[in-house]
T-cell receptor, first 119, second 111 residues
């Protein structure tokens, strides 16, 4: 149980275009979704926290107009990278908080990640 | 500044060896997580600790609250254990569920 499906796993896009990444909780209701960015050999950096039905809370230094987050339902959250540039190339991963907090995910279930390359 | 430090950054072992990865944090926490990230990037939660010790198969995680330190041990290591192991902490409690991550330890187990 407690699976988060993240799509796409890999995307290459042209500079200036927008890319949407989806995270879907398959068998539980994700009241809170976290979006992270990870550069090579670096730790995960939290970009924003989204709660179903409300606006996302962005971390300092993250442009909310560039990284649009929508959490319209308890099972789906999306991250849209708008007007992508090569410096946005990174690994993006979501994590859903599973309120039941049961084994084996101890309350946090991660997506499989999306590797974005902007050319 | 709330920090999470892991050591070593890289670890190479021979199959069968006992592995220890360490994590230290700067201030009090409500919970500490050990995560495993495979080469493809996917992350799996291994343990959540707030005190004491937990065991799951060949994996053992311990935490010392007074010393602000946790260790992840792997007994009888196997090449399939090769991955990045990440320590993450949740500061405080209440409705703040954000995690702060260490930089990870890259473990390579050779056959």
């Amino acid at each position: 149980g407690a699976v988060v499906s993240q799509h796409p796993s890999r995307v290459i896009c042209k500079s200036g275009t927008s890319v949407k990444i989806e995270c879907r909780s398959l068998d539980f209701q994700a009241t809170t979704m976290f979006w992270y960015r990870q550069f090579p050999k670096q730790s995960l950096m939290l970009m924003a926290t989204s709660n179903e039905g409300s606006k996302a809370t962005y971390e300092q230094g993250v442009e909310k107009d560039k990284f649009l987050i929508n959490h319209a339902s308890l099972t789906l959250s999306t991250l849209t990278v708008t007007s992508a540039h090569p410096e946005d190339s990174s690994f993006y991963i979501c994590s859903a908080r599973n309120p039941t907090g049961r084994i084996p995910n101890y309350g946090y279930t991660f997506g499989s990640g999306t590797r974005l390359t902007v050319v | 500044k709330n920090e999470v430090e892991q050591s070593p950054q890289n670890l190479t072992a021979q199959e069968g060896e006992f592995i220890t990865i360490n994590c230290s944090y700067s201030v009090g926490i409500s919970a500490l997580h050990w995560l495993q990230q495979h080469p493809g990037g996917g992350i799996v939660s291994l343990f959540m600790l707030s005190s004491g010790k937990k065991k799951h198969g060949r994996l053992i995680a311990t935490i010392n609250i007074q010393e602000k330190h946790s260790s992840l041990h792997i007994t009888a290591s196997h090449p399939r254990d090769s991955a990045v192991y990440i320590c993450a902490v949740r500061w405080g409690g209440g409705s703040n569920y954000k995690l702060t991550f260490g930089k990870g330890t890259l473990l390579t187990v050779n056959p």
